[in-house]
Nanobody, 126 residues
Framework: QVQLVESGGGLVQPGASLRISCGVSGRTFSGLTTGWFRQAPGKEREFVAT????????YYADAVKGRFTISRDNAKNTVFLQMNSLKPEDTAVYHC???????????????????WGQGTQVTVSA
């Protein structure tokens, strides 16, 4: 069993930056591919970013490319999402997700990740 706990959400103004974190326990962190998804009120959950465990390659949704950066610290069993130039449309609950054996064609699909955190609220508003 894998446990994921997000932290670092909050209320920020448009244009601001925020970094959210996800602590992972219960399984060798280095063996997991980890990602971030988000869900805004009344909308479907959507893929944000993923970082592969082996290569460290990163992939982003078009809506966040160039503004968000996903990274991980294997020594601290933590994955981060640095969010810059935040917009009101980035407002959502951000969930950390983890899985093993993922392939490129599945990383944008929530069902490919067996383990999920409870989420952290990010609100972008003036």
């Amino acid at each position: 069993q894998v446990q994921l706990v997000e932290s670092g959400g909050g209320l920020v103004q448009p244009g601001a930056s925020l970094r959210i974190s996800c602590g992972v326990s219960g399984r060798t962190f280095s063996g997991l591919t980890t990602g971030w998804f988000r869900q805004a009120p009344g909308k479907e959950r959507e893929f944000v970013a993923t970082i592969f465990r082996s290569s460290g390659n990163t992939y982003y949704a078009d809506a966040v490319k160039g503004r968000f950066t996903i990274s991980r610290d294997n020594a601290k069993n933590t994955v981060f999402l640095q969010m810059n130039s935040l917009k009101p449309e980035d407002t959502a609950v951000y969930h950390c997700a983890a899985g093993s054996g993922l392939i490129l064609s599945t990383i944008r699909t929530g069902a490919a990740y067996p383990w999920w955190g409870q989420g952290t609220q990010v609100t972008v508003s003036a």
